[in-house]
Antibody, heavy 123, light 109 residues
Framework: EVQLVESGGGLVQPGRSLRLSCAAS????????MHWVRQAPGKGLEWVSS????????DYADSVKGRFTISRDNAKNSLYLQMNSLRAEDTGLYYC????????????????WGQGTLVTVSS | SSELTQDPAVSVALGQTVRITCQGD??????ASWYQQKPGRAPILVIY???NRPSGIPDRFSGSTSGNTASLTITGAQAEDEADYYC????????????FGSGTKVTVL
């Protein structure tokens, strides 16, 4: 059974940093691209970032480019999101998601999702 | 960047059929996926590559695409289908990016 468990969320002041983690199990982690998707309170889903199996291809939404960094450690079956210069509009539930295909490349289909970790940016 | 447009809300009588649409230029080039999200829960993939269902998704869910419009159809809607539904695809102006529709709230009457 695929399991994705996010952690690292919390309350942080604007301008500060936070690092999210996603622990993956139940599948061969380095066969799949991985993604971060967020959801502001009461709002829709927003894609944040994607990373290929070997970290060779990384993409970001314009809203976070230059501030967020996605990374992965295949030896630890873990995905990360380093978030710097946080803004109030970054507040939301951050989901880790596994790609649908075991090609290792990033698609737009998110097969499995974690339960999310809540990030609140407020002074 | 591209956009995907969805109706904010639709309702369907129990046991009847409802179609949810998603419009956007990117759908002319890239296939749509659909996700179901119930309150307080993570999204669940229900349709991908236009009309493929992951294991465990009931066959009352189906998908189709015509031109710039993707559709998710629920044939014989059940009470448990009441949820928010989101479409997504690659961004037509930059295929490395992904985009989501704004979501459709489905109410089963």
């Amino acid at each position: 059974e695929v399991q994705l468990v996010e952690s690292g969320g919390g309350l942080v002041q604007p301008g500060r940093s936070l690092r999210l983690s996603c622990a993956a199990s139940g599948f061969t982690f380095d066969d799949y691209a991985m993604h971060w998707v967020r959801q502001a309170p009461g709002k829709g889903l927003e894609w944040v970032s994607s990373i290929s199996w070997d970290s060779g291809s990384i993409d970001y939404a314009d809203s976070v480019k230059g501030r967020f960094t996605i990374s992965r450690d295949n030896a630890k079956n873990s995905l990360y999101l380093q978030m710097n210069s946080l803004r109030a509009e970054d507040t939301g539930l951050y989901y880790c998601a596994k790609d649908n295909y075991n090609s290792g490349s990033s698609s737009s289909t998110f097969r499995d999702w974690g339960q999310g970790t809540l990030v609140t940016v407020s002074s | 960047s591209s956009e995907l447009t969805q109706d904010p809300a639709v309702s369907v009588a129990l046991g009847q059929t409802v179609r949810i649409t998603c419009q956007g230029d990117s759908l002319r080039r890239y296939s749509a996926s659909w996700y179901q999200q119930k309150p307080g829960r993570a999204p669940i993939l229900v349709i991908y590559d236009k009309n493929n269902r992951p294991s465990g998704i009931p066959d009352r869910f189906s998908g189709s695409t015509s031109g710039n419009t993707a559709s998710l159809t629920i044939t014989g809607a059940q009470a448990e289908d009441e949820a928010d539904y989101y479409c997504n695809s690659r961004d037509g102006s930059n295929n490395h990016r992904k985009i989501f529709g704004s979501g459709t709230k489905v109410t089963v009457l």
